[in-house]
């Protein structure tokens, strides 16, 4: 009998790690596998720029659902998910739900199925910030504590797990789908119109993206962190996709310098074009880290965490911290040419999704 898989994706970094988790279903079934799924889309992201570009660069199918839930509270988000999501298990129950990542849509939905006795999947498991004041950390840490099957990214996620009680047979150490994503679209990068516009040159500017609450919705620190990095990215241009978050506060405190180059959020193509060729990214993104990594670019985050260790211990990631004045002797490093060379991930290789499926088939398949 097919078996039925709920595939979860709500906000922009899902839509990458869902896309070939998608194409690896597909493949599975046209080879006489049982698995079937259903693409629901929470439609917590629901512009074109942060939802519809994604579906259309990466060739995801339109969602079987949208519970078209919007922008909200935390907790507006969350129970408008659930609300919704419910309903759809209730009219048709499915076999398996799948989440990836961390953001609301992952933990609504991973609570509302376990809720009916629909076991969960979790994608990117296991991974920790430690930092409770993000709203990311909360969902991982909800989302783990009732997810039947972890797949993982990272030897220190599984460690993770284990210390936490989960047992060695629903931890499956499969790698990053982000990268899948990456790798099977790199031939594709496409330069963004602001690549001519500014005659941008291969590593001779910096990419920016900024979104996370602590930097960006309180003005001075936000205000305080541009300067600083205008400042000692020197004579460079500064590329900044702006994040629908972000525009708002820097709409406010009004930072100009002929050196900026700001736009809306960028597609996929577009936006990691930029990374590949740039002499280094500034960013509080954890997955933007992971990407910077496997492309060889320096990194440079803006947080004084990370749930994604191995960016920095194997990568070209490095923690700066939120202290905006902490930037300046690493891009000292930088611009003296002493910055890390950095080396890839175990199991970051383009395969995970298809590994994934595999763990599906023999779970579900079978029982
Ligand atoms: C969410 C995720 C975060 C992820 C980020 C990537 C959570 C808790 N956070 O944060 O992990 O890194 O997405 O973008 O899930 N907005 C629009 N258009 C949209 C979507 C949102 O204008 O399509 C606006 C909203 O009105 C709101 C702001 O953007 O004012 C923030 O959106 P929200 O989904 O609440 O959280 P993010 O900050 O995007």
């Given amino acids: 009998m097919n078996k039925l898989i709920d595939l979860i994706a709500g906000a922009r970094p899902n839509f990458m790690k869902i896309a070939p988790i998608i194409g690896a279903l597909k493949a ?30 990466l060739g995801i199918p339109d969602p079987d659902v ?58 990117e498991g296991g991974i920790r910030s430690g930092d409770w004041t993000m709203p990311e950390e909360i969902n991982r840490m909800v989302t783990d504590a009732i997810t039947n099957y972890f797949f993982t990214t990272s030897e220190v996620a599984n460690a993770t797990l284990r210390h936490s009680g989960v047992s060695a047979e ?3 150490f499969v790698g990053n789908t982000m990268i899948d994503t990456l790798l099977k679209q790199l031939p594709r990068f496409c330069p963004p119109s602001c690549w001519s516009e500014a005659s941008l040159q291969p590593g001779s500017y910096f990419v920016l993206t900024l979104h996370r609450p602590a930097n960006v919705d309180d003005d001075a620190k936000l205000k305080a962190l541009m300067e600083c990095v205008l400042r000692d990215t020197r004579d460079l241009p500064v590329v900044f996709p702006v994040h629908p978050r972000t525009a708002k506060s820097l709409a406010r405190i009004g930072v100009a310098s002929p050196k900026l180059i700001t736009s809306g959020p960028l597609p996929y193509l577009e936006f990691n074009y930029l990374v590949q060729h740039a002499k280094a990214v500034i960013t509080d993104s954890g997955g933007i880290t992971e990407e910077a990594t496997v492309l060889g670019v320096p990194c440079m985050t803006l947080r004084d965490t990370t749930e994604r260790p191995e960016t920095v211990t194997i ?51 079978n029982s």
Wanted: glycine letters at 10%.
């Fill in 315 to 365: 990568g070209t990631n490095e923690l700066i911290g939120t202290d905006p004045a902490e930037l300046a002797p690493y891009l000292d490093r930088l611009f003296a040419g002493e910055w890390k060379s950095g080396g890839i991930p175990p199991l970051w290789d383009g395969k995970a999704s298809e590994r994934i499926v595999g763990h599906l088939q023999r779970l579900l398949e």
């Fill in 28 to 57: 599975a079934e046209a080879a006489g596998g049982k698995l079937r799924f259903r693409l629901i889309h929470t439609g917590q992201h629901y512009d074109r720029n942060m939802s519809g570009s994604f579906f259309e660069q």
């Fill in 170 to 172: 629903r931890i499956f």
């Fill in 66 to 123: 949208n519970l078209e839930v919007g922008s909200g509270t935390q907790a507006e988000q969350t129970a408008n998910i659930m609300v919704r999501y419910e309903k759809v298990l209730l009219e048709k129950r499915s076999a398996l739900c799948l989440v990836v990542g961390d953001v609301t849509s992952t933990m609504a939905c991973a609570i509302t199925a376990q809720k009916l006795g629909v076991p969960v999947a979790h994608v």
